[in-house]
C-alpha cells in the first residue's frame, strides 16, 4: 500500500505571502496526484489532477508539481479565501486512491 | 450541471443497519467509477471503495472490507453505502465522489452518520 505523507501538518501564512504545500509517496506515483482543497463545513474541491494540471475554474495563483514520490502544490499569493486544508491523493495504485493526511493553511 | 446528491443526515444505534445513497444527474452515470470517501470527526479523508454502475464492478480498500458494502442501481443513478451493523467508530461524514482519469471532480454533499446508544 501507497503511503502518502503530507507536510507541514499546519502552515502558517500572511494573506498577500506565498504558501508551499508538500506531498511525498512512499513509492513512485509517477505524475497520477491529485490535489483536493476543502474548506471548513463544505465539500472537497479538485484543484490539480496530473500533478500539475488545474482543474476546471481554478485560479492560476494555484500550481502544482513533481513527479515519482516527491510533490509540491504553491498558493502564489494567499487570498482570503484560500485559508482551507488541502489534500494530495495518489491515483497510480488503482483502484487504491489514498490520501495524505492533509495541510492546513491558516491566518499568520 | 453534473450533480451528485446524496440521502439526509442520519442518526443511529449501535447494532442498526443503514444504507445511504449517492444519486447522480446531468451525465452518463453508468461510464464513470464512484468512490465512497470517509471524513471522520476532524480528520483526514479516507478512501473506502469504488463502484463501476455500468456492471457493478466493485472494489474495497482494505481498511473498509467486509465492513461495508458498496452498490449501484444504474436505473436510477444512484450508488449506495451500507451497513449491516453500525458501531460509534462509524460516526462520520460520507462523500460519494464521480472517478474520472485523474482524481475525484464531481464530490456529493456528503452525509453525516451518528451511531450512538
Known amino acids: 500500500e501507497i503511503v502518502m505523507t503530507q507536510s507541514p501538518a499546519t502552515l502558517s501564512v500572511s494573506p498577500g505571502e506565498r504558501a508551499t504545500l508538500s506531498c511525498r509517496a512512499s513509492q513512485s506515483v509517477s505524475s497520477n496526484l491529485a490535489w483536493y482543497q476543502q474548506k471548513p463545513g463544505q465539500t472537497p474541491r479538485l484543484l490539480i489532477y496530473?500533478?500539475?494540471t488545474r482543474a476546471t475554474g481554478i485560479p492560476a495563483r494555484f500550481s502544482g508539481s513533481g513527479s515519482g514520490t516527491e510533490f509540491t502544490l504553491t498558493i502564489s499569493s494567499l487570498q482570503s479565501e484560500d485559508f482551507a486544508l488541502y489534500y494530495c491523493?495518489?491515483?497510480?495504485?488503482?483502484?487504491?486512491?489514498?490520501f495524505g493526511g492533509g495541510t492546513k493553511v491558516e491566518i499568520k | 450541471e453534473v450533480q451528485l446528491v446524496q440521502s439526509g443526515a442520519e442518526v443511529k444505534k449501535p447494532g442498526e443497519s443503514l444504507k445511504i445513497s449517492c444519486q447522480g444527474s446531468?451525465?452518463?452515470?453508468?461510464?464513470?467509477?464512484i468512490a465512497w470517501v470517509r471524513q471522520m470527526p476532524g480528520k483526514g479523508l479516507e478512501w473506502m471503495g469504488i463502484?463501476?454502475?455500468?456492471?457493478?464492478?466493485?472494489r474495497y480498500s482494505p481498511s473498509f472490507q467486509g465492513q461495508v458494502t458498496i452498490s449501484a442501481d444504474k436505473s436510477i443513478s444512484t450508488a449506495y453505502l451500507q451497513w449491516s451493523s453500525l458501531k460509534a467508530s462509524d460516526t462520520a461524514m460520507y462523500y460519494c465522489?464521480?472517478?474520472?482519469?485523474?482524481?475525484?471532480?464531481?464530490w456529493g454533499q456528503g452525509t453525516t452518520v451518528s451511531v450512538s446508544s
Open positions: 463502484i463501476y454502475p455500468g456492471d457493478s464492478d466493485t
Open positions: 491523493q495518489q491515483y497510480n495504485n488503482w483502484p487504491a486512491l489514498t
Open positions: 496530473g500533478a500539475s
Open positions: 465522489a464521480r472517478l474520472i482519469n485523474d482524481g475525484l471532480d464531481v
Open positions: 446531468a451525465y452518463s452515470f453508468t461510464t464513470y467509477w
